[in-house]
């Protein structure tokens, strides 16, 4: 088994944090793991992408060059990755912030407006982690309770009313009507 996950939107969406939880929760169920993060030049607001790679082999290079999964937080991110995905491979896409659809006909693509949904439960930041629930129900390579755990491990300064909130976007992403 091989996972290819591409996260991308901009400065300020979680996007290092959604890989930084799903990285994690591999790394505590014995798989080997490794990931990248790349900015833009202006950080918050700026471009921002996450990269992780989930294997039961060794893992030879960091490099993801066709995700099989792609979690999309905005239109530019959209606009920028769609093509790379590889063939019959997965798009989670926020909607939220996505005026534009996939036109691709050779992917899965999942619709969820992840921040709008994140508003409902007090905090559009929390959007990212809706969108990791979404994608550890649909690969079904990782556990859920495992994503849970890894929250305090990846939000270590957060409160313990952030890590409830955060809780409640994996849960909700997680229950997403597929």
Known sequence: ??????????GGQGV????????????????????????????????ANSTVIIS?????????????????MNQESLERFE???????????NTSECKKRV????VKVIEVEATNIAGELGNKKVANIIM??????????LKLETGLEMLKKVLPRASDE?????????LKGYGFPL
């Open 1 to 10: 088994m091989k996972e290819e996950i591409l996260i991308a939107g901009h």
């Open 16 to 47: 290092v944090v959604a890989g930084s939880l799903i990285a994690n929760s591999a790394m505590e169920e014995g798989l080997e793991t490794c990931g990248t993060v790349s900015y833009g030049v202006e950080v918050r607001g700026g471009t």
């Open 56 to 72: 039961s082999k060794k893992i030879g290079s960091p490099v993801v060059v066709n995700p099989t999964t792609a979690i999309i």
């Open 83 to 93: 093509e790379a995905l590889e063939e019959n491979g997965l798009i989670i896409l």
């Open 103 to 106: 036109s691709r006909k050779d």
């Open 132 to 141: 990791v629930g979404i994608y550890l129900k649909n690969k079904n390579i």
């Open 162 to 170: 952030l890590i409830e909130l955060n809780k409640k976007a994996l």
